[in-house]
């Protein structure tokens, strides 16, 4: 059974929010070609062609904001994918900021199963601080289409960005989450920009430490009261502690290529390094299956990961593997892991948990 991902760009870095940390605009910074249009129908076509070689498919949409490419886009997409598919399984995904969707647009994610992920970054004095849009906070909006989800039953989570001005309200934000009924959560770290490591509101190994200690005591509480609440890290956690493999990307230290589709039909290997040495090809001219092992591929999957002076005598080596290698920043320097400090307190009370958890909670 052969299976593919692809994370398609709809409307490339396009946005109709002006996020103050936003890595997609710092990924486009760094490409020649700027400002790409939305895909259009050829590009469509060839997509689907592509994908539909394989048994499994999973088409995640992404931006920028990828419903800026209209709904008819997307209508357009999943009736032409039911056209042309045989018995392929295939699943849908969307990451939005939440701003456009309304009924219409809800009436479509149920009627084609799809999942939703919406941006928030936690309560309303941080999220207003830096998810802004014409200079105003987008923290109503954003609730607003999340209590639209929860009515409409739509298979939703949320994806909040961990910035250094977020980390000291780590419980408040559990709290508010788990009262507000958001029971699946991806925290990914706000990273420094690509080419120089800086950024006002990047995560340091210190931060990233506070904020996982902050949410997992929050977190282990609930647990010793049968009360689940899914976190990426640490399900992530869980499934390696199971003997399982875990779902985040690196989370294992090892790069895979993750077929980024931009709307002109480029391909690259990572949304992170989604910049021009690293392109793969483009759809119009080369196949999936060429892309994924050519040279740029390969120079991608096996250049230096860096790791730190701690990692030669860390006990924690086989869970980490050094981590994700766009991600390093964010965990450890050579003085000093979070990633590292972060096991050494939570790792026997993973493991514990793992034991029992595949007949408790809902691990897939
Ligand atoms: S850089 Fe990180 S997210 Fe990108 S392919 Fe490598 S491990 Fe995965
Ligand atoms: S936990 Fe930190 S120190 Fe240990 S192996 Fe991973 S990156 Fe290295």
């Known amino acids: 059974m052969k ?32 400002n790409l249009k939305l895909m259009n129908y050829e590009t469509i076509n060839k997509l689907i062609d592509e994908a539909l070689k394989y048994d499994n498919i999973h088409f995640a949409f992404q931006g920028g904001e990828p419903t800026l490419a209209g709904l008819s886009y997307f209508e357009y997409f999943v009736y032409t994918v039911n056209k042309k598919k045989t018995n392929q399984k295939v699943t ?22 799809f999942l939703v992920g919406i941006s928030l970054d936690g309560i309303k004095i941080v999220h207003n ?46 709290k508010f989450y788990k009262k507000n ?29 506070k904020f996982y200690k902050d949410i997992f005591e929050e977190w282990y509480k609930d647990i010793k009261y049968n009360e689940y609440i899914s976190i990426s890290l640490f399900e992530d956690l869980l499934m390696i502690f199971s003997g399982k493999l875990p779902r985040t990307c690196g989370a294992l230290g090892q790069c895979t290529v993750q077929y980024i589709i931009e709307s002109n039909g ?27 092992n050519n040279e740029n591929a390969q120079k991608f999957l096996h250049e230096k990961h860096p790791i730190s002076k701690l990692c030669s005598n860390c006990e924690f080596v086989n869970i980490c593997h050094g981590n994700c290698k766009r991600m390093t920043p964010v965990l450890f ?32």
């Open 3 to 34: 299976h593919i991902s692809l994370l398609i760009k709809p409307a490339s870095s396009l946005c109709n929010m002006n996020c103050k940390y936003c890595f997609y605009a710092d990924v486009e910074h760094n490409r020649l070609n700027k």
């Open 92 to 113: 849908y995904a969307l990451q939005t900021n939440g701003i456009l969707i309304d009924k219409k647009w809800i009436e479509f994610f149920k009627e084609n199963h």
């Open 129 to 174: 601080k830096i998810r802004v849009m014409n200079g105003k906070g987008t923290f109503d909006d954003v609730m607003r289409t999340i209590k639209l989800c929860q009515k409409e039953q739509i298979n939703y989570n949320v994806l909040t960005v961990i910035s250094s001005s977020l980390v000291k309200y780590a419980k408040d934000i559990y």
């Open 181 to 209: 009924n958001i029971y699946n959560i991806q925290f990914i770290p706000c990273l420094p920009e690509l080419e120089n490591d800086s950024g006002k509101y990047a995560l340091t190994p210190e931060m990233y430490f």
């Open 266 to 292: 480029d391909v690259y290997p990572c949304d992170f390094y989604a910049i021009d040495r690293y392109c793969l090809g483009n759809l119009m001219s080369n196949t999936l299956s060429s892309m994924k």
């Open 333 to 364: 320097n050579d003085h000093y892991c979070g990633y590292r400090a972060f096991l050494n307190i939570s790792y026997k009370k993973f493991y514990d948990i793992a034991k029992s958890i595949n007949q408790k909670y809902p691990l897939k």
